[in-house]
């Protein structure tokens, strides 16, 4: 992977940690029986996961990388 790969994959982790973050303190679940939301860390980590693959669509693959 390219050094510009892993910026732009490590930048989806960070935004969508902190989009999970901000989905589990604004919303979150109300009787704490939520898989994902009911524990801060759960809804960080699954929103980084999700971030990192969102934005790891737009890395361009070229022959060199694969």
């Known amino acids: 992977?390219?050094?510009?790969?892993?910026?732009?994959t490590?930048?989806?982790?960070?935004?969508?940690g902190l989009l999970g973050y901000a989905y589990y303190h604004y919303v979150?679940?109300?009787?704490g029986t939520?898989?994902?939301t009911s524990q801060p860390l759960n809804?960080?980590?699954?929103?980084?996961?999700?971030?990192g693959?969102?934005?790891n669509i737009f890395v361009s693959k070229t022959k060199q990388d694969h």
């Open 28 to 31: 979150g679940c109300a009787n």
């Open 1 to 8: 992977m390219s050094q510009k790969a892993i910026l732009i």
């Open 43 to 51: 809804s960080t980590l699954y929103g980084g996961l999700m971030g």
């Open 10 to 16: 490590v930048l989806g982790i960070l935004v969508g």
């Open 34 to 36: 939520c898989a994902i």
């Open 53 to 55: 693959l969102l934005f």
